[in-house]
């Protein structure tokens, strides 16, 4: 065998060198890539066969096993006489495993002829390129849980949680998988039913999809964002397939229900299980390995997140399972967070309800105590000066028969009995109302209200020589009030109307239905009066400001108030118009 030495042409240093002594993988080469040496050490390191001779192992099978050629360097180093050191080789060993490695080229001589070769060394770092990709995986996902993690915690809708969480699973930023379906147990009902999915059904959708995902070079929060700001998810094939899913959690043999029991996570992967989880979902779920893990939170099971790479076929490592987990349990706490947050939002929302209707009640009692206090009031005060002012009245009629009296005093006997009889209407008005008064609700035609009303007036208006007329509408006006209140208030209201305008006005009521409010509505139609005349008195009416029916209008007002009616004026398509309104809102409230 020839002696070789190394040199470093810096400052012309030999040596003589024995590569099979060397404790590293060695190959010694000469110009034009033969192989003049290896050592076992080099045979061992690719598994090599190590029963042959040194020199089966060639520089040839060298740049195989790399995956890369590093003739280039060799001729270089020879030609130069300088070493030259190519770092972080990553290849795959013979038996399948990846390795890495140094290579440190350096210039040799043959001692007899002086002939330049290379001496190839490798020095290995597999470990240490191990414990980098460990490293780096770790950073990766704890990267990636935070990243979801303040994703998670800008929402509390349990919609935006499933989705982040899937977008998450399958993004390339993410855990990269091509599908994932979300089921989420109904306790109810001991079933699982879908939810939502991401991911194609083929792969002509997924060209779609991946193709419609912005490509921003972001991190995954902000893939996130742009996702669901720009894909909507009812869109996919799958997601509309995946929320007609149900499945039976009493199926023990469903591999994918066994998951959701068991509380671990699982890889389903043979033939049999693959066949009868594609069956139970009518081939929703149909690639060759399904991954599946469970939505743990707080010691129970919330539903299961499902995803496979039915579109690349790529296959699902172990690590990939464990990722898969770790999205399930944020999803989980997420879920039931959410959840939490909208039963506390339920429970306001009704407790604000109930407040509302306290409050609502609380006003009706004080009206109906205040309603009750005045009708008797009424009742009281209307008997006691009756009777007074019959007798006032009555002495007051003897006089007026008399021939007696002085003329003056005829005269002022006439005002105390026209004064009398004005004070007894008055009290006749406290005495409806007080009688008209009740508590009991009813479901009326306001529409027919108003024509009883009309019809019941109608005698005052003739007397005044006015008229009155009534045009309702052709369907139901339904309206929830009492009913004599309001019929009380309603008659008030016209029969005012017949006294304060004088003679020859002719008057129409109408009811009115739309959208926001039931209305009745009373204009003149025709009249002496100018529309300036006409416009200052229906005002002047509802202000309070017709002096002869004070006393009648604000019951009438206070009748009409009671059932939520208002009593306005307005002037619409140059009409002045009286109105009794009532919001549709608050009657349908009672």
């Not at 005002?539 to 009671?562: G, K, M, P, Q, W």
């Amino acid at each position: 065998m020839p002696e070789f030495t190394t040199r470093q042409t810096s400052v012309g240093l030999k040596a003589r060198l024995d590569i099979h002594r060397l404790d590293l993988p060695a190959l010694i080469v000469a110009s034009g890539g033969y192989t003049l040496s290896v050592n076992r050490k080099l045979t061992k390191y690719f598994g090599a066969d190590q029963h042959g001779a040194g020199d089966v192992f060639s520089f040839q099978n060298l740049q195989e096993h790399l995956g890369t050629s590093i003739r280039e360097e060799v001729e270089r180093v020879i030609a130069d006489g300088v070493s030259v050191e190519i770092p972080d080789i990553v290849f795959t060993h013979s038996a399948g495993g990846g390795r890495r490695a140094n290579i440190l080229l350096s210039p040799a001589t043959i001692a007899d002829d002086h002939t330049r070769c290379c001496l190839v060394l490798l020095i290995d770092s597999t470990n240490a390129w191990i414990i980098e990709k460990k490293q780096s995986a770790t950073k990766n996902e704890l990267a990636i849980v935070s990243q979801v993690s303040a994703q998670l915690g800008a929402t509390m809708e349990t919609d935006e949680i499933v989705k982040t969480i899937l977008i998450a699973v399958t993004a390339r930023e993410g855990l990269g998988f091509n599908r994932a379906f979300l089921m989420l147990i109904d306790d109810s009902r001991n079933e699982l039913r879908g939810h939502h999915a991401i991911g194609p059904v083929d792969a002509d959708e997924a060209g779609q999809i991946w193709g419609s995902i912005p490509d921003e070079g972001k991190d995954l929060k902000s893939i996130i964002s742009s996702y669901i700001r720009d894909i909507r998810f009812d869109e996919t094939s799958s997601d509309r397939a995946i929320r007609d899913l149900v499945l039976s959690l009493n199926e023990a043999d469903n591999p994918v229900t066994r998951v959701a029991s068991g509380r671990t996570p699982a890889l389903i992967d043979d033939a049999e299980s693959l066949h009868l989880v594609q069956t139970l979902s009518n081939g929703l779920f149909g690639a060759s390995e399904i991954a599946i893990a469970p939505l743990n939170a707080k010691g129970s099971v919330l539903g299961l997140i499902v995803a496979d790479n039915m579109i690349t076929g790529r296959r699902i490592q172990e690590c990939n399972i464990d990722q898969l987990q770790m999205f399930a349990n944020q999803a989980g706490l997420a879920i039931e967070g959410s959840r939490l947050y909208e039963n506390l939002q339920a429970k306001i929302k009704e407790l604000k309800n109930v407040n509302l209707e306290l409050e609502r009640t609380h006003r009706q009692i004080v009206q109906i105590e205040r309603l009750s206090l005045m009708g008797e009031m009424t009742y009281r005060i209307t008997h006691e000066l009756r009777n007074p002012l019959t007798i006032i009245g009555g002495f007051a009629s003897l006089l007026l028969r008399s021939s007696e009296i002085p003329d003056s005093d005829r005269e002022r006997a006439e005002i105390i009995w026209t004064e009398c009889r004005r004070v007894e209407q008055q009290l006749d008005a406290l005495l409806d109302f007080s009688k008209s008064y009740s508590d009991d609700e009813d479901d009326i035609d306001f529409s027919l209200l108003l024509s009883d009303v009309v019809t019941m007036v109608q005698s005052k208006f003739t007397q005044t020589k006015n008229s009155l007329h009534y045009r309702g509408t052709e369907t139901e006006v339904p309206l929830r009030v009492r009913k004599d209140l309001l019929m009380h208030g309603m008659f008030c209201l016209l029969e005012l109307l017949s006294e304060i305008a004088g003679p020859g006005v002719d008057w129409e009521v109408t009811s009115v239905n739309p959208t926001s409010e039931i209305r009745a509505e009373i204009y003149v139609t025709s009249s002496s009066m100018s529309y300036d005349e006409s416009t200052d008195l229906l005002r002047r009416f509802v202000e309070h400001r017709a002096s002869t029916s004070d006393l009648r209008l604000s019951l009438a007002n206070e009748a009409i108030a009671y059932d939520g009616g208002e009593l306005g004026f307005e002037i619409r398509e140059n009409r002045p118009i009286i109105y009794v309104a009532f919001s549709m809102r608050e009657n349908a409230n009672g």
